[in-house]
């Protein structure tokens, strides 16, 4: 064999190689790479599927198994600290030190027209100033979602709504001169379970509203002692008659079964590195339009860096069963974070002229 011939020969042999490597690279993540042999013929090598999936920290990114029941999960932890001490200063203060902690966490499952989605709303936080401890925030609230795709953009949900309180909570104003404080709440003590049938209109993975026409309600108090009045000179004492939370005097319970509750949620990014998410809910008894609840829960998360955020909360609450007054909770808090996800990346792709948000995780 010449050397002409030879230097054909391997070049031919080389050119199949690297068409061979080349294809098997451009269509590695597909099932199925169609390669073209020398004799002008196919061949169809199988890749098998990734064995892993990725699940998101923000401390780091691990493979791990894939789950194969549906379900994508998240959680978000952030615990915040505040200190200050004073000695011998000369413009005067107070020791103190406080403590609160958020957690949020989802649990979607979806499978064809099929979703279940429950999301964990806690909160809880104290404060200790000149020997005296003070709750600064408390909120258990569990929401569940069930639902059956009738249409592109609607379900028909079967949905329960929990809210209670962690701890003991009091009142510390217009008092008699002989308390310092007065106990108004503990655990379970409200705690409201809503169960309702409806429909849901979700246009995009960030926004839903839910619709339920039948919407029953049960309040409880386990702790009777929250039972308090205020007189005519408007101070708080306790009083074992008064109504409250709705609930006569001599009993735990109370019903409400004909009722109407909407919901409106929204979860979205506001930029890379802030978050909001808001719920709104109505809720009343048809026969009693004008004691309608409105509540507002609204937080927005701007993150500083990897392990550190700053969250700022919103609650408002106007129900006439509570007080006849409006009532706001408003917590700022600087700390650390922790996150955990099995959620797909938080972006947006334009696919045929169109945008599309992937699926957020946090409270839905």
């Given at each position: 064999?010449?050397?002409?011939?030879?230097?054909?020969?391997?070049?031919?042999?080389?050119?199949?190689?690297?068409?061979?490597?080349?294809?098997?690279?451009?269509?590695?993540?597909?099932?199925?790479?169609?390669?073209?042999?020398?004799?002008?013929?196919?061949?169809?090598?199988?890749?098998?599927?990734?064995?892993?999936?990725?699940?998101?920290?923000?401390?780091?990114?691990?493979?791990?198994?894939?789950?194969?029941?549906?379900?994508?999960?998240?959680?978000?932890?952030?615990?915040?600290?505040?200190?200050?001490?004073?000695?011998?200063?000369?413009?005067?203060?107070?020791?103190?030190?406080?403590?609160?902690?958020?957690?949020?966490?989802?649990?979607?499952?979806?499978?064809?027209?099929?979703?279940?989605?429950?999301?964990?709303?806690?909160?809880?936080?104290?404060?200790?100033?000149?020997?005296?401890?003070?709750?600064?925030?408390?909120?258990?609230?569990?929401?569940?979602?069930?639902?059956?795709?009738?249409?592109?953009?609607?379900?028909?949900?079967?949905?329960?709504?929990?809210?209670?309180?962690?701890?003991?909570?009091?009142?510390?104003?217009?008092?008699?001169?002989?308390?310092?404080?007065?106990?108004?709440?503990?655990?379970?003590?409200?705690?409201?379970?809503?169960?309702a049938l409806g429909v849901s209109y979700k246009p995009t993975?960030?926004?839903?509203?839910?619709?339920?026409?039948?919407?029953?309600?049960?309040?409880?108090?386990?702790?009777?002692?929250?039972?308090?009045?205020?007189?005519?000179?408007?101070?708080?004492?306790?009083?074992?008659?008064?109504?409250?939370?709705?609930?006569?005097?001599?009993?735990?319970?109370?019903?409400?079964?004909?009722?109407?509750?909407?919901?409106?949620?929204?979860?979205?990014?506001?930029?890379?590195?802030?978050?909001?998410?808001?719920?709104?809910?109505?809720?009343?008894?048809?026969?009693?339009?004008?004691?309608?609840?409105?509540?507002?829960?609204?937080?927005?998360?701007?993150?500083?860096?990897?392990?550190?955020?700053?969250?700022?909360?919103?609650?408002?609450?106007?129900?006439?069963?509570?007080?006849?007054?409006?009532?706001?909770?408003?917590?700022?808090?600087?700390?650390?974070?922790?996150?955990?996800?099995?959620?797909?990346?938080?972006?947006?792709?334009?696919?045929?002229?169109?945008?599309?948000?992937?699926?957020?995780?946090?409270?839905?």
């Open positions: 064999m010449t050397t002409v011939s030879y230097f054909v020969l391997t070049m031919r042999y080389n050119y199949w190689l690297l068409l061979l490597v080349s294809s098997v690279t451009s269509a590695i993540a597909q099932d199925t790479i169609q390669v073209v042999t020398p004799h002008r013929d196919s061949i169809n090598i199988v890749v098998p599927k990734s064995d892993s999936v990725q699940v998101k920290t923000n401390f780091k990114t691990v493979l791990k198994k894939p789950d194969t029941t549906y379900w994508q999960r998240s959680f978000v932890g952030n615990l915040n600290f505040n200190q200050a001490s004073f000695s011998n200063w000369s413009g005067g203060g107070t020791n103190s030190i406080a403590l609160g902690g958020v957690i949020t966490a989802r649990a979607l499952y979806l499978r064809k027209n099929i979703s279940w989605d429950n999301t964990a709303d806690l909160q809880l936080g104290y404060s200790r100033q000149a020997g005296s401890t003070l709750k600064t925030a408390d909120q258990v609230v569990l929401i569940s979602v069930v639902g059956v795709k009738v249409a592109p953009k609607w379900d028909i949900i079967g949905w329960g709504y929990f809210n209670t309180f962690f701890a003991p909570g009091y009142r510390y104003d217009a008092l008699p001169a002989d308390r310092t404080r007065l106990q108004i709440a503990n655990f379970l003590t409200p705690a409201q379970l809503t169960l993975t960030w926004f839903a509203i839910r619709m339920s026409p039948f919407a029953p309600r049960l309040t409880y108090i386990a702790d009777q002692s929250v039972r308090v009045r205020q007189d005519s000179a408007g101070l708080y004492r306790p009083d074992p008659t008064a109504t409250v939370y709705g609930v006569p005097p001599g009993r735990n319970l109370r019903g409400q079964v004909l009722a109407f509750q909407l919901q409106a949620v929204l979860n979205r990014d506001l930029t890379e590195n802030i978050s909001l998410n808001a719920r709104y809910q109505f809720f009343s008894e048809y026969a009693r339009l004008s004691y309608a609840v409105h509540r507002l829960d609204l937080t927005f998360t701007a993150k500083i860096n990897r392990y550190m955020s700053t969250t700022f909360n919103l609650i408002g609450l106007y129900d006439r069963d509570f007080s006849n007054r409006l009532q706001l909770q408003q917590t700022l808090a600087l700390g650390l974070v922790y996150n955990v996800s099995t959620f797909l990346p938080a972006k947006k792709k334009n696919v045929d002229s169109k945008t599309i948000y992937t699926i957020q995780p946090g409270r839905f």
